[in-house]
């Protein structure tokens, strides 16, 4: 049985629980349609709780568990336990007013990742935003948002960004396009306050700052900004992330992870080493 760590997210364990309920259910040769109709529901509900995008109920879980075979008190008590903890809300439900369904879900799986690899193009990645920075780009939102929804969402980003200096957090590897750092978002000011605190968040031990400088030229990750989930658990693969105008992509086939991944290591090794980063980044507060 796998053990989630403390800390580890609803979502992670939603994940979690519905991979074993997939393996119990596969390793007993029942279908979804018949795992379906011992709880009254439909083969497509099955298989959105063996993917872990649905709450569970403890009542489903225990019959599912009794037609698997599941019958040493342990082993139930531990699935069932995991049911409990899995429906748990995540701090970030206290800002549904202000993020989208599709997000929330990247939110709890950065809540309990390992590690976080990142490319952006545009904008600065968001764990590694300044509050004014943040205060911009909202700012800049289109419809226009009124200033307490974007407080509010200056908020939900500051509280995201305690995952790096809790202690127990990922590691993040953010690797950040030179045209990020040249946009002017919010006016010099506001970039000279944001260099800085990529100077800063550098220096933390869990933190790893590259930049892909223009002298390069055309590089590996042509195909724009995407994130990289690494999880604790060895029962959970690694997740891809892309997000899109209103919605969000979630990879995690191994063919599509793999190729992400390549791409990653790529941009790593083309990019400047962490030390000339910071250098680049210093020489920019310089001149700003």
């Not at 709780?49 to 599941?70: I, P, Q, T």
Request: hydrophobic share 40%; charged share 25%.
């Amino acid at each position: 049985m796998t053990t989630v760590q403390p800390g580890g997210g609803s979502m992670v364990r939603r994940i979690l629980l519905g991979s074993q309920l997939r393996r119990l259910r596969e390793g007993r040769g029942i279908t979804r349609e018949d795992a379906g109709y011992t709880i009254r529901a439909s083969e497509s509900k099955i298989s959105r709780m063996e993917l872990g995008r649905v709450s569970f109920k403890e009542r489903d879980v225990a019959d599912l568990l009794s037609l698997y075979g599941v019958v040493d008190p342990e082993e139930r008590e531990a699935l069932l336990g995991l049911v409990r903890e899995a429906n748990k809300s995540g701090w970030w439900h206290s800002f549904n007013d202000v993020l989208p369904g599709w997000f929330q879900t990247y939110v709890g799986l950065e809540e309990a990742a390992a590690l976080i690899r990142t490319y952006e193009v545009q904008f600065i990645p968001g764990l590694l935003q300044s509050e004014e920075y943040a205060r911009a780009v909202f700012g800049q939102s289109r419809p226009v948002i009124n200033d307490v929804e974007l407080e509010r969402r200056v908020g939900l980003r500051a509280q995201r960004q305690k995952v790096l200096t809790d202690g127990q957090g990922p590691r993040l590897w953010a690797v950040i396009d030179e045209a990020a750092l040249r946009r002017p978002v919010g006016g010099p000011k506001v970039m000279r306050g944001q260099v800085q605190h990529l100077i800063d968040m550098a220096e933390q031990p869990n933190v790893v700052v590259q930049v892909m400088p223009f002298r390069f030229g055309a590089h590996a990750g042509e195909s724009g900004a995407f994130s990289i989930l690494r999880f604790p658990e060895q029962d959970l693969a690694d997740v891809v992330y892309l997000e899109q105008l209103t919605t969000a992509l979630y990879l995690d086939k191994r063919d599509d992870v793999d190729a992400y991944i390549q791409v990653m290591e790529r941009l790593c090794v083309d990019s400047l080493t962490p030390d000339r980063t910071v250098e680049l980044l210093a020489s920019i507060l310089k001149d700003g």
